[in-house]
């Protein structure tokens, strides 16, 4: 369900693995490819008398005991050429086995001799990788990587060295390519690795958590949607229309400026005549309203600080101004800090209990927590004060229904459909439950009707985009209906998500990965980078995975 109110991100990891895990890339885990150590039985070289004296020689006489790995080392290159290929793989194998002993015994140089010896008889993937392993806890990463390299060239499935790969790239410094690595895994084991699982994670964490950090320096403040701007504007009651001129260079001018802006929706420009207003300062009757509205701004740009610094400043100048305890709230809770959230809202009902905004943001706190009954008391109690708001109305509709009481959230949406039968919001809405019951041709009335009444709302167009996608499975209609919620509000952040998905679900990465990096370009705080980036990093694995093993990624498309 949509909210009205900015929900908290979901863990950037735990969508990553839900993104591995959709169509396009079941098609990948749908079966664990695996790769066992090639050499079976054990068995002793045999040679004769006249082959212990001649080096260059290959043994021959049965019971013989296994040479040192020296004299193998001994036998010219043109003795080898001469092997035939059973007998080369015959020696190869026996020199592996030993190699094995000595790694067994933590003999790590010996054994890596051992197996430096097999691959000039034999090239061999487990050669290299055991090698690998050698230099591996030798602390030898360079080697490492060489010989994980080597053994994927000849099988680039191999799982092991994959995993060693992973390790040497993450000790080197190489995150994206030890993310990579464990992605392939996971992809090939169907995602029954948790140890790799579990490395992707916190590797694609400490990846996005970087770039943003870096992007969010050089990122400009800006506003999100318009239409979710409106949407947390419209969740309070309006304010008085000051009884101010617009006239001239005051501080209340450029406030009565801002104030006209944003009934006209023009935030932008309301956010920039509402800074000018605070520099060159408001007369004490508006100075709170004034510090509330740049402080609105600031948290919904992603300032939290600074928001909550212009709150503070809004209560001391009007300790009475109810609304600024509010927002002050909802600062608290994108941080994780409920004790001060519920603080602000105990501080607002001591000064102004019928104030119906109280217990509506209450009630979305509670929601957001998952604190069901609580919300939805908060909802019936914002009615009873005012039963005109209508997002009061749709909230109790849709956390009912959470509550899993499905047939009074059905007759409390008819009810408020009644009450309020011009309103865009509450078809909308109303059609997300009625998609989820899978009431298809009732869902589309609904979200065509909402269209109807507001052609800028992108969200019922969204909406009406994945019930045809997922329901009807016309993806041309899917695809052009989020591309015109795209054009009705350039910067609705759904309207790209939802083009993402489809597009890299109908297996066409390459133009999803423009739709995730155009998220990027909108998100407005660090987390919402994150949540972008964590998106591109893994559509960019996908592509990679499909260039880099395309026999594989066919077989598991069944193409």
């Not at 010989?147 to 040497?168: Q, T």
């Not at 909550?308 to 909802?330: N, T, W």
């Not at 009406?464 to 016309?474: C, F, G, H, K, V």
Request: charged share 25%; with cysteine.
């Amino acid at each position: 369900m949509s909210d009205t109110f900015p929900p908290s991100a979901p863990n950037h990891t735990d969508r990553f693995r839900r993104l591995l895990s959709h169509r396009s890339w079941q098609l990948y885990s749908a079966l664990a490819l695996s790769t066992t150590l090639a050499g079976a039985g054990i068995y002793w070289l045999t040679r004769s008398n006249k082959d212990k004296k001649d080096h260059h020689s290959v043994p021959e006489r049965p019971g013989a005991p296994l040479p040192s790995v020296e004299e193998y080392d001994s036998l010219s290159d043109e003795t080898v050429a001469r092997l035939s290929p059973e007998e080369r793989h015959e020696i190869a194998h026996r020199l592996k086995s030993r190699g094995n002993a000595a790694f067994s015994a933590k003999q790590w140089e010996t054994a890596a001799d051992f197996y430096t010896q097999a691959l000039r008889f034999e090239i061999c993937p487990v050669f290299y990788a055991n090698r690998g392993a050698c230099y591996s806890n030798l602390g030898l990463t360079d080697l490492v990587l060489h010989d994980c390299n080597e053994a994927l060239k000849l099988d680039p499935c191999y799982v092991k060295a994959l995993l060693r790969r992973a390790h040497a790239h993450e000790k080197l410094g190489v995150l994206g390519e030890a993310l990579y690595d464990f992605t392939c895994v996971c992809l090939l084991e169907g995602f029954r690795n948790e140890s790799a699982a579990r490395a992707m994670e916190r590797l694609l964490k400490q990846i996005t958590e970087a770039k943003a950090k870096e992007m969010i320096k050089a990122k400009p403040p800006r506003l999100p949607s318009p239409t979710f701007v409106s949407a947390y504007l419209d969740s309070f009651k309006s304010e008085m229309r000051p009884s101010l001129s617009e006239a001239g260079n005051s501080g209340d001018a450029f406030y009565a400026r801002a104030y006209r802006a944003m009934q006209e929706k023009d935030y932008d420009v309301a956010s920039s005549y509402c800074d000018k207003a605070i520099d060159l300062g408001c007369s004490s009757k508006y100075l709170a309203r004034a510090y509330n509205m740049q402080g609105t701004f600031l948290f919904l740009k992603g300032l939290a600080g600074a928001a909550m610094e212009r709150f503070q400043r809004s209560i001391a100048a009007d300790p009475g101004y109810v609304q600024s305890y509010i927002k002050l709230s909802s600062v608290y809770l994108e941080q994780g800090n409920y004790v001060e959230t519920y603080k602000q809202f105990e501080q607002a009902i001591a000064l102004e209990r019928d104030d119906p905004d109280i217990y509506y943001h209450r009630g979305q706190a509670e929601y957001i927590g998952g604190n069901y009954e609580a919300a939805a008391r908060d909802y019936v109690k914002t009615i009873e004060l005012n039963d005109t708001f209508v997002y009061a109305h749709i909230q109790l509709g849709v956390v009912q229904y959470k509550l899993g009481q499905t047939a009074t959230a059905m007759a409390t949406f008819l009810k408020t459909l009644a009450k309020f039968p011009d309103s865009s919001d509450v078809r909308n809405y109303y059609g997300e439950l009625l998609a989820d019951q899978q009431k298809i041709p009732e869902a589309t009335a609904m979200f065509d009707k909402a269209i109807a009444l507001d052609p800028h709302n992108p969200l019922p167009l969204i909406n009406m985009a994945m019930l045809m996608y997922q329901a009807m499975a016309n993806v041309d209609e899917a695809l052009r209906l989020c591309k015109q919620a795209l054009e009705v509000d350039p910067a609705c952040d759904a309207a790209v998500a939802s083009l993402a998905q489809i597009l890299l679900e109908q297996g066409k990465p390459e133009e999803a990965i423009k739709y995730y990096e155009m998220a990027i370009g909108l998100a407005r705080t660090q987390s919402e980078l994150e949540h972008a980036i964590s998106y591109v990093e893994a559509t960019k694995s996908q592509i990679r995975f499909a260039k880099e093993h395309p026999q594989v990624a066919h077989s598991l498309r069944g193409d």
